[in-house]
């Protein structure tokens, strides 16, 4: 492929299983995703044969005889600089067509480049936390209809159990309850000052999504300001862009926690939509997440083994520059599960868990302690 | 349902077809999308009756016995006076659990008058095109790679057969071919000349897509400035936020146009995501759509003539203080089928009518002036 080319891979499930179907569908995603227009009517040979999407690959599925593979590339100018349009090349209008779904991207080096990915990754992450080589714990603060002071007193407990990162709820966001500003100012305090004790690196990551790009920005700013050292968004709630603006400010220079909210109907269609390798994987690096959180196998989720493998080989395979992001499962995670929850996702993972500390006889902290010792 | 509360409309399709699965995983709903925290572990009477969602109606589907519709309300405060939020407690992380599609929306008074809806809405929309009474006839300006004169002088071609609104095709953002500021210069120049030649009130939107709100509102103004008279913005790709504060600036005070990019996935399923009813027509709206475009039935697109007047309907089903907005359907419209069209979504709907144009005997001008005439 072209160094001014990206590519996307989709699976095409067809109705004939014939590949004149496949191919017919193919190439309306190669019109569809660019000029969206009649390609007999095209005479601008430019437009005709780079601006189209381009065939790169094409195959039948070894497992399914309905189902195609097929590689499209696309002129990085029909991107230009931007993360939005980035989207919309990849699956604007063909999101509204049945039976296609983005299986993987081929980003090509500019595009890496202008989207930059994650600022820390998981080599910085672990850094920030102290360089253990166990798996981070994460947990966080809930529930929504607590006052700042109830909440910092949580923070508290689990700064004292030495987690690696304590979030914000992604429900928390600027309510009556716990107006956004008393609510980072008390919860980052508690935090600083159990650190103080236990001499532990423990991030402390508010909830910063919010309607329009600047208010992100300036909850960020008064966040840091605050005290706080990591920032979780749900990208589909506030823009995907704005997540990236997020993570690329230099003078925030925070790591960024993606969360999935809003984003589950992607991965709902077995034959549509984007594949959790892509979509919690790629994206979201692509987005700047240094943790990409998602929701974990045997939980209250529905996310099979399967999906989650591939949502961590989504977080570490190579994209140029683009550095690779840790996979943050969260639900069905339990105290005792935390060995097996090892095994499955190796040492660069970060493992939220949330209902499970609270059922714990020796108390919260006392039972975050206990996760970490599991953790090894 | 109390004044301080909103609800929504959920289908939850069980697996045993029994009562009892169907309330576990309503209830769940309540939990998950407000404390996502251990009921029974909650103590605060406030936090256990009025902050987690509460059942409201309950019902089997009287067609599909394996479906069960559920009415859950929220208190306001779990939103805040913020559109994101809102998107969140309404699916944010059931979103990604199987089986729960969210039907209908019904708002509070105080959330309508946050969100404040469509400046314009139908009437406003038909009054800024001239007041017609027959439905609106819209025409996009592409193919991607063609210079802003190029697409200018096509411009100047709807214009001149007298189109009610010219938009920029959702794929026209900031590219090396056509650069957003020279574009929207020279097509905004050449509407300018035609419509001083007919006398017809054509609005020119351009698409302000972007990554960050800041970069959207920019683009906006300086589209205003330049004598644009609508604006294009995919929800999914610039943040469905930043279409709200777009709809709601004063100082722009343009319509808006709503496109359906990247939001495919949330209709793909029909036992999953946000019905056509809820997205197309409701959500639009309360981002502040004037126009929500929306695949038509029989194109390239696979909308059902069911789902299309669904959207219909969730254009204008009352919603407190906010106005009903024009359905866009777009796709598989051609010369020919505009009498069909207009029987089928009345007078107050805009028809977006793209390659049919450009196939017509009489050239573009002329294609225009025909179905202007078709829709009497």
Do not use: W
Not at 8 to 17: C, F, K, L, P, R
Not at 240 to 258: A, M
Request: charged share 25%.
């Amino acid at each position: 492929m072209e160094k001014q080319r990206f590519s996307v891979t989709y699976s095409i499930t067809t109705e004939t299983s014939t590949e004149k179907e496949a191919r017919h569908k193919a190439f309306d995603i190669c019109v569809e995703q660019t000029v969206e227009f009649p390609y007999e009517l095209i005479t601008d040979t430019f437009i005709r044969e780079e601006v189209v999407g381009r065939f790169e690959a094409f195959k039948r599925d070894a497992k399914d005889k309905r189902r195609f593979i097929v590689e499209i590339s696309y002129h990085n100018h029909t991107v230009g600089k931007e993360l939005s349009q980035f989207l919309n090349v990849l699956f604007g209008n063909t999101s509204l067509k049945p039976g296609i779904k983005i299986e993987s991207i081929r980003l090509s080096g500019a595009l890496a480049g202008y989207f930059k990915g994650p600022r820390f990754g998981i080599s910085g992450v672990k850094k920030l936390t102290g360089s253990r080589s166990a798996p981070l714990l994460c947990s966080a603060i809930k529930p929504m209809g607590q006052s700042p002071r109830e909440l910092a007193s949580l923070a508290e407990k689990f700064a004292l159990g030495c987690v690696d990162i304590i979030k914000d709820d992604h429900g928390l966001s600027d309510q009556p309850f716990a107006p956004f500003k008393a609510r980072i100012a008390a919860v980052s305090e508690a935090v600083r000052n159990a650190v103080k004790k236990t001499g532990k690196k423990t991030l402390y990551a508010p909830n910063v999504t919010a309607d329009t790009t600047d208010e992100v920005m300036a909850r960020a700013r008064f966040a840091k300001k605050s005290g706080a050292s990591a920032l979780v968004i749900s990208g589909a709630l506030a823009g995907f862009g704005t997540v990236r603006r997020l993570s690329t400010d230099k003078s925030l220079n925070l790591p960024v926690l993606l969360h999935p909210a809003f984003t589950g109907s992607f991965t709902a269609h077995s034959e549509s939509g984007i594949s959790h390798f892509a979509l919690f994987g790629q994206l979201a690096r692509i987005c700047g997440a240094d943790i990409s959180i998602f929701p974990n196998f045997g939980g209250r989720f529905s996310f099979s083994k399967e999906a989650c493998k591939a949502v961590m080989a989504g977080c570490k395979t190579p994209m140029h520059s683009i550095k690779p992001a840790l996979p943050g499962p969260g639900g069905g995670m339990s105290v005792e599960s935390m060995r097996e929850m090892k095994k499955f996702y190796g040492s660069d993972a970060v493992f939220l868990i949330g209902g499970g500390l609270f059922r714990h006889k020796d108390g919260i902290t006392g039972s975050c302690r206990e996760v970490r010792e599991r953790l090894g």
